[in-house]
């Protein structure tokens, strides 16, 4: 079982907008519609944001949106506010056997 | 408004049996998988297992074998058990709902030490 990879840390600018990565293989995000975002803020638990690639998660602003492309699955945060700040991971179904893995998370810096 | 709350042992010597249990509120537990989730130190997320309502389970292939998920109906809850802890299994420890497509509820976290 191999986890997904993320970029240890990006950074944007208030207002700005910035693309978190996520790379598995064919064998799970690759083949997987089941790929999700979630926000962790420090001291509290992971908080889903993006479900099945490109959906919302109910409450989620509008300034979330993700996408999958072969292999990698992307994480974009448009009009950065500084509550943005956050790690952020991906998470993928990998088949039967092992289902979820998950990225090794993405510190999210709004400058 | 559905939540998870979770307790247990947060001190652990080598070698002992980690045992946490997770409680539902507000909802039920049919039509959905009951997962534990641990973060490293390194904050590193890694899927421990599920249980679903009829105690079906499904387990990390790397935990398996030290692994035991139960569920109570009666009383909300879940329960996690994991064998033979050792210093590599110091984590804090979530429990999660997951409504299919993804975990959408998780519990507030247990930090659990392993040391003598």
């Known amino acids: 079982q191999s986890a997904l990879t993320q970029p240890a840390s990006v950074s944007g600018s208030l207002g700005q907008s910035i693309t978190i990565s996520c790379t598995g293989s064919?064998?799970?995000?690759?083949?997987?519609?089941?790929v999700s975002w979630y926000q962790q803020h420090p001291g509290k638990a992971p908080k889903l944001i993006i479900y099945?690639?490109?959906k919302r998660h109910s409450g989620i602003s509008h300034r979330f949106s993700g996408s999958k492309s072969g292999n990698t699955a992307s994480l974009t945060i448009s009009g950065l506010q500084t509550e943005d700040e956050a790690v952020y991971y991906c998470?993928?179904?990998?088949?039967?056997?092992?289902?979820?893995?998950f990225g090794g998370g993405t510190m999210l810096t709004v400058l | 408004q559905v939540q998870l709350q979770q307790w247990g042992a947060g001190l652990l010597k080598p070698s002992e049996t980690l045992s946490l249990t997770c409680a539902l509120y507000?909802?039920?537990?049919?039509?959905?998988?009951w997962s534990w989730i641990r973060q490293s130190p390194g904050k590193r997320l890694e899927w421990i297992g599920e249980?679903?309502?009829?105690?079906?389970?499904d387990y990390n292939p790397s935990l398996k074998s030290r692994v035991t998920m139960s569920i109570d109906s009666s009383k909300n809850q879940f329960s996690l058990k994991l064998r033979s802890m050792t210093a590599a299994d110091a984590a804090v420890y979530y429990c999660?709902?997951?409504?299919?497509?993804?975990?959408?509820?998780w519990g507030q976290g247990t930090m659990v030490t392993v040391s003598s």
């Open positions: 998470c993928s179904f990998a088949g039967f056997g092992s289902p979820w893995v």
């Open positions: 249980i679903n309502h009829d105690e079906g389970t």
């Open positions: 507000g909802g039920s537990f049919s039509g959905y998988y």
């Open positions: 999660a709902r997951r409504a299919v497509r993804a975990f959408d509820i």
């Open positions: 064919s064998s799970d995000l690759g083949n997987s519609n089941l």
């Open positions: 099945e690639g490109n």
